[in-house]
T-cell receptor, first 110, second 117 residues
Framework: GDSVTQMEGPVTLSEEAFLTINCTYT??????LFWYVQYPGEGLQLLLK?????DKGSNKGFEATYRKETTSFHLEKGSVQVSDSAVYFC?????????FGTGTSLTVIP | GAGVSQSPSNKVTEKGKDVELRCDPI?????LYWYRQSLGQGLEFLIY????????KSGLPSDRFSAERTGGSVSTLTIQRTQQEDSAVYLC???????????????FGPGTRLTVL
């Protein structure tokens, strides 16, 4: 069945370091792909999305490119900040269903 | 407009009691989803509604769990004879169908934190 696999955490980085959180997916159709973020004490919110192959989603300095050939949607940011500390979830949507990864906790230290 | 709201925000109950959790989706959103998030875990899908019907109940952990949705709007998740392992944050999300029958994104509520003593 459809599923999402994302890099396990926790991830700890120094401020201004480069971030990559890996996400790969399995889907029978042509899914839309998402990254959601959950800041401490808050609910999940959409960070970025891509609805078709080769699309790049971007927001708040984060980027992810929908790679059909490698079935991946890796999240990247060139220079992380302390305020980026959160849990990041990769997700896909096919038809009526959404599938979420297990989440990757990121802590950025000054 | 208003986002997804959930009530109560916190619920503490004794083992064996029944609890009812409520979700108010964004107006006009046809799909509604329930998830469970245990401490340090990812999102566990429970059930989703398309309108008032639930095509996929596969995620409900046991027959103690049930959910309904009325009027294509408010949904309630009921847990009967609660157990300590039911303690978690229960999240509701809603989504609007877009062209082609797929969904653009989910909007999440703040969750209900359930603690079973």
């Amino acid at each position: 069945g459809d599923s999402v696999t994302q890099m396990e955490g926790p991830v700890t980085l120094s401020e201004e370091a480069f971030l990559t959180i890996n996400c790969t997916y399995t889907a029978t159709g042509y899914p839309s792909l998402f990254w959601y973020v959950q800041y401490p004490g808050e609910g999940l919110q959409l960070l970025l999305k891509a609805t078709k192959a080769d699309d790049k989603g971007s927001n708040k300095g984060f980027e992810a490119t929908y790679r059909k050939e490698t079935t991946s949607f890796h999240l990247e940011k060139g220079s992380v900040q302390v305020s980026d500390s959160a849990v990041y979830f990769c997700a896909l949507n096919t038809g009526n269903q959404f599938y979420f990864g297990t989440g990757t906790s990121l802590t950025v230290i000054p | 407009g208003a986002g997804v709201s959930q009530s109560p925000s916190n619920k503490v109950t004794e083992k064996g009691k029944d609890v009812e959790l409520r979700c108010d989706p964004i107006s006009g959103h046809t799909a509604l989803y329930w998830y469970r998030q245990s401490l340090g875990q990812g999102l566990e899908f429970l059930i989703y509604f398309q309108g008032n019907s639930a095509p996929d109940k596969s995620g409900l952990p046991s027959d103690r769990f049930s959910a309904e949705r009325t009027g294509g709007s408010v949904s309630t998740l009921t847990i009967q004879r609660t157990q300590q392992e039911d303690s978690a944050v229960y999240l509701c999300a809603s989504s609007l169908a877009v062209a082609g029958g797929s969904y653009n994104e989910q909007f999440f509520g703040p969750g209900t934190r359930l603690t079973v003593l």
